[in-house]
């Protein structure tokens, strides 16, 4: 009797153990729903969704898509787009830019340069179609805008 009761001890641990180790094993593999979302360097995309954007030098940006459900989904698309001089200089004398105090929710390191922004209600009607919600941020120092929008 002794030894049944041990054997059943033996067994309920083994079975805590394996009960356990799946559960760590499938936790591990879990994912939200949402893919490893990296940073993009393809300028592209930005300038399709945006085409009247131009002077691009670079850019620096992400998006996803919201929701998981099937069928047509909205996404997100946040970023940084490094200006030429003569496009950024045409920026600045053909809006009225707003000092602006945010936060960009995507990070970029500046190389501890301050960002100024800055934005302009025109300027986000004239750049982005009316499908898209959000705005851009201008920094006239250096000549970069942010984005954050939605479609």
Do not use: C
């Amino acid at each position: 009797m002794n030894i049944k009761v041990h054997t059943m001890q033996k067994l309920l641990s083994l079975s805590v153990i394996l009960v356990l180790l799946i559960g760590i094993s499938l936790y591990s593999g879990y994912s939200s729903g949402q893919a490893e979302i990296s940073y993009r360097t393809d300028i592209k995309p930005i300038s399709e969704r945006f085409p009247n954007l131009t002077g691009i030098d670079k850019v620096y940006w992400r998006g996803s898509t919201i929701g998981g459900d099937f069928g047509p989904t909205n996404y997100w698309m946040r970023g940084y787009v490094f200006l030429s001089q003569a496009a950024a200089a045409a920026l600045k004398q053909d809006y009225a830019w707003e000092n602006e105090l945010i936060i960009p929710k995507l990070q970029y390191d500046f190389k501890g340069k301050l960002q100024h922004w800055s934005s302009s209600d025109d300027f986000d009607a004239y750049i982005k179609s009316s499908s898209y919600t959000g705005h851009f941020y201008f920094d006239q120092k250096q000549n970069v805008l942010y984005f954050d929008v939605e479609r």
